[in-house]
């Protein structure tokens, strides 16, 4: 082909370019934009967000007997990174141990205290035995010197006998009640040591449970697995700062990853649409390529209102079919749960379905005319809307009213 001739060619293009802009865009502005009715598969999705979320997981919890010792809130010091993966006996976190140790600190005082009264109390009955048995001695001796002077008295006046016979019997009268006496202060004295030990054995006992209770304030992970966090009451997920109860002990969690469901709420309209049962298709906002399936498991009755919102929603659980390494409890998931499936229908777009007085109707194109058809309308979805009378395959629809046809009369459907 010669230099010229392609000039020429060209030149041409570049005429109906600049022509289709100045005359054709305009046309095309003008021009009602048309689409056919065309015959496939309709599917019906409510498409709503949710939480990842594991359906069985391990507690990891803190001191769960920190109330036998009036400790009832206790606060986060310290915790590992959520998504964390540890193994068995890992580092979780710590938790505030002052008023452990404050309590610890007092039972040691106690402790000495009580020990001192215990040596007090040893060295008393140590020195009370010793002089009542000092005392029965005394008697003993004394009898003993009056029974020999009376022995070398037989040749003395009777009186003389007299007085030391009852002296005798004195003595041993006293020798008796002093022994029954020593007896009876003896058990005194072992009842007290008993009670001053027990105290001693009772807080030296307190002491090594406030100790143990300490360790038990360093968390460690009783399995291997990654770490989540757990959330409070209010739905705001426990860290550094935040406090634990023995009601609810529980620092983070162990997910298992192999059993995960998607956490979902939906508003008044959808639920109605969504049963058990009903298959889903997850999607990852993390992973875009990832798309796994599920099941709607379970349906909630009762609306609640979430935080900042007077909306009732439903929640909704999926379970998810399928695992993948890198789904994580928290990731946000886009569920299109599929409500409604049929096959071999008519459909066209919403926006090609016009109302008058209670009849839909469709602008039809008919060769170089245009018809204002009745049509009968079945299942819609957010994009299109089954056509069960009134078009066929194929046939071409506006997608807005022509100009000029609002007065054309609609053609009726057959009755």
């Given at each position: ?10 030149t ?42 594991s ?21 986060i ?56 048995r ?9 009898i ?80 291997a ?55 889903v298709?997850?999607?990852?906002d993390a ?23 007077d ?23 886009s ?8 096959e ?17 109707y ?10 204002k ?15 069960e ?20 009369s ?6």
């Open positions: 082909m010669s230099k010229k001739n392609l000039i020429i060619i060209g041409a293009v570049v005429v109906l370019i600049i022509s289709y802009s100045l005359f054709g865009s305009n046309s095309d502005e003008d021009s009602p934009i048309t689409t056919e009715v065309i015959k496939g598969k309709f599917i019906n999705e409510v498409i709503i967000s949710g939480e990842a979320q359906t069985s997981s391990k507690k990891i919890n803190g001191p769960i007997n920190a109330r036998r010792f009036n400790i009832y809130q206790l606060k010091q310290d915790l590992v990174a959520e998504g964390t993966v540890v193994k068995k006996g890992g580092y979780i976190g710590k938790l505030d141990a002052s008023e452990v140790n404050g309590k610890i600190n007092d039972a040691m005082l106690s402790l000495e205290s009580a020990q001192s009264k215990y040596t007090q109390e040893q060295l008393d009955t140590t020195l009370t035995l010793k002089q009542e000092n005392a029965i001695k005394d008697l003993l001796f004394n003993e010197d009056d029974r020999l002077e009376l022995k070398s008295s037989i040749y003395e006046a009777p009186t003389i006998i007299k007085k030391l016979e009852i002296n005798i019997e004195k003595n041993e009268r006293d020798l008796k009640e002093k022994k029954e006496d020593y007896s009876i202060k003896k058990r005194k004295a072992v009842a007290k040591m008993v009670q001053v030990g027990t105290e001693v054995s009772k807080i030296k006992k307190q002491i090594d449970e406030l100790t143990a209770l300490q360790k038990e304030f360093t968390i460690y992970s009783e399995d697995g990654m770490v989540t966090y757990v959330k409070d009451w209010n739905g705001v997920k426990k860290k550094v700062g935040s406090t634990i109860s023995p009601w609810e002990p529980a620092i983070a969690s162990l997910p298992d990853l192999t059993k995960m469901e998607s956490k979902t709420y939906s508003n008044e309209v959808d639920i109605r649409k969504i049963k058990k049962g009903l298959p298709k997850i999607g990852f992973f875009p390529e990832i798309e796994l399936t599920g099941e709607v498991t379970d349906v909630a009755n009762v609306g609640e209102n979430k935080r900042g919102s909306i009732k929603l439903f929640q909704v659980l999926i379970k998810l079919n399928e695992t993948n390494d890198n789904i994580r409890p928290g990731m946000t998931t569920n299109r749960i599929l409500t409604e499936e049929v071999d229908v008519l459909m066209v777009p919403l926006e090609a379905i016009f109302t008058k007085d209670s009849i839909s469709t602008y039809v194109k008919s060769g170089y005319s245009i018809q058809k009745e049509v009968k309308l079945g299942l819609s979805n957010n994009e299109a809307v089954i056509i009378k009134g078009l066929k395959e194929n046939e071409t629809v506006y997608l807005s009213k022509p100009e000029g046809l609002e007065e054309k609609i053609t009726l459907l057959d009755n």
